[in-house]
T-cell receptor, first 113, second 117 residues
Framework: SQKIEQNSEALNIQEGKTATLTCNYT??????LQWYRQDPGRGPVFLLLIRENEKEKRKERLKVTFDTTLKQSLFHITASQPADSATYLCALDPYNQGGKLIFGQGTELSVKP | GAVVSQHPSWVICKSGTSVKIECRSLDFQATTMFWYRQFPKQSLMLMATSNEGSKATYEQGVEKDKFLINHASLTLSTLTVTSAHPEDSSFYIC?????????????FGPGTRLTVL
């Protein structure tokens, strides 16, 4: 069956460290993989998109990797700040499904000062 | 960036009543909008895909007669929860897709918290 999984346990790290979040999937062939940030009671906010033929994408302190062999994406936040505390969602954009996104359950990140 | 609004941001209603939620793309045209539902501590679950000028496509297990979707213009989609019951209480979020080159970036609304008493 098709599955997309993120670390279910909350991730607690110290300010200034690098946070690494994992997204694993099975039985999908995604054209793209996207990462979103969601704050409590708010809608998700788009962060980064990576295509299946891209290994890595960077945007400021964010870095995403995409390994279609391992069926895994890693999301890194370097020099983390308390303001980075939120839930981070990965979403697959499979081929030929009209652009609809399949979301993981999210990982809650807490950055302590 | 592109902005999507939702109205209302929260609503409380009695069981058996109907509630309409609006989703608007404010500075771009969206041929496709998506409606999601999110329960506490859970992920977003896609309910339906709404295409301008045509009938919505519902995901398996979503009752189309209960969750009525209308996408009458390129900037507005509405979701009506008919005969709402307490189990329909949830956070409803819409998104709109902007096609730019070969991207598929979606912009999400701020969500609508529905509480059915």
């Amino acid at each position: 069956s098709q599955k997309i999984e993120q670390n279910s346990e909350a991730l607690n790290i110290q300010e200034g460290k690098t946070a690494t979040l994992t997204c694993n999937y099975t039985n999908y062939s995604p054209a793209y993989l996207q990462w979103y940030r969601q704050d409590p009671g708010r809608g998700p906010v788009f962060l980064l998109l990576i295509r299946e033929n891209e290994k890595e994408k960077r945007k400021e302190r964010l870095k995403v990797t995409f390994d279609t062999t391992l069926k895994q994406s890693l999301f890194h936040i370097t020099a983390s700040q308390p303001a980075d505390s939120a839930t981070y969602l990965c979403a697959l954009d499979p081929y030929n499904q009209g652009g609809k996104l399949i979301f993981g359950q999210g990982t809650e990140l807490s950055v302590k000062p | 960036g592109a902005v999507v609004s939702q109205h209302p941001s929260w609503v409380i209603c009695k069981s058996g009543t109907s509630v309409k939620i609006e989703c608007r793309s404010l500075d771009f045209q969206a041929t496709t909008m998506f409606w999601y539902r999110q329960f506490p501590k859970q992920s977003l679950m896609l309910m339906a895909t709404s295409n301008e000028g045509s009938k919505a496509t519902y995901e398996q297990g979503v009752e189309k007669d209960k969750f009525l979707i209308n996408h009458a213009s390129l900037t507005l989609s509405t979701l009506t929860v008919t005969s709402a019951h307490p189990e329909d209480s949830s956070f409803y979020i819409c998104s709109a897709r902007e096609l730019a080159g070969d991207h598929n970036e979606q912009f999400f609304g701020p969500g609508t918290r529905l509480t059915v008493l």
